[in-house]
């Protein structure tokens, strides 16, 4: 196990931040029992493209960031999702949100980076692939609009494009369109959208919440 880490902080020898990070990952507790057990070349693929990701914007994390309680708190939670973490795609947006947790996008007194940690834990990459589907036609609604409109005026605008949306989630993730209408009722518990679910297409509309919106910037979900 240590010499595992030794190799690990080694490959990062000149990013002074990415060593003191690799440095940190504990030795007892849930994280060392699941890398004793299960540290193979699977896992280790998993952490180096964490740090991979991390290190690819080298202003985001200083010193003095990673070395508060606060944000070792962050990283520690962070590690322990990217541990269990198969896609390769969803283990950067881990090493992206770890590295924008120091945001202005948070709000100090509603926004919990452990609750957006938990929020893309939870979420399939499936799921994330339908989400950047509905974001796009939200995108649609805003910037085709003249000026700003309420949410009951939003969510009457996507009534219109529900049946294309379908349509696109389809053939995206290659399944019958009749399988998308229990997606969005799944997806629902994330609270990533607002779905109206009509007795009919034409009258059943999606849309992505702002919390979904804040976890698409702060992990650059494309």
């Known amino acids: 196990m240590n010499n595992d880490l030794t190799h690990l902080a080694e490959s990062y020898n000149s990013n002074k931040i990415l060593r003191v990070l690799v440095k940190f990952m504990p030795k007892g507790g849930i994280v060392d029992n699941l890398l004793s057990s299960f540290y193979t070349k699977e896992k280790e693929r998993r952490v180096t493209s964490f740090f991979d990701e991390l290190s690819k914007n080298e202003t985001a994390l200083t010193e003095e960031i990673i070395s508060s309680d606060d944000f070792l708190h962050k990283y ?18 881990f090493a992206r949100l770890l590295n924008n947790s120091d945001s202005p996008i948070f709000n100090a007194d509603t926004d919990n980076f452990e609750d957006f940690i938990k929020i893309l ?35 009457s605008k996507a009534r219109s494009f529900y049946q294309k949306l379908k349509t696109d ?12 209408r229990s997606l969005l009722t799944k997806l629902e518990r994330t609270g990533c959208i607002f779905y109206n679910k009509g007795s009919a297409d034409a009258m059943s509309s999606v849309l992505t919440t702002l919390t979904y919106q804040k976890l698409e910037m702060l992990s650059q979900i494309d």
Do not use: C, W
């Open 76 to 93: 520690f939670i962070t590690l322990k999702a990217v541990i269990e973490t198969k896609r390769t795609e969803k283990i950067k947006y």
């Open 121 to 155: 834990d939870d979420l399939t990459f499936q799921e994330l692939q339908i989400l950047s589907i509905i974001r796009k036609y939200d995108k649609e609604i805003i910037e085709n609009g003249d000026k700003p409109i309420d949410f009951d005026r939003k969510m």
């Open 169 to 180: 989630i389809s053939k995206h993730l290659q399944i019958p369109e009749d399988e998308v």
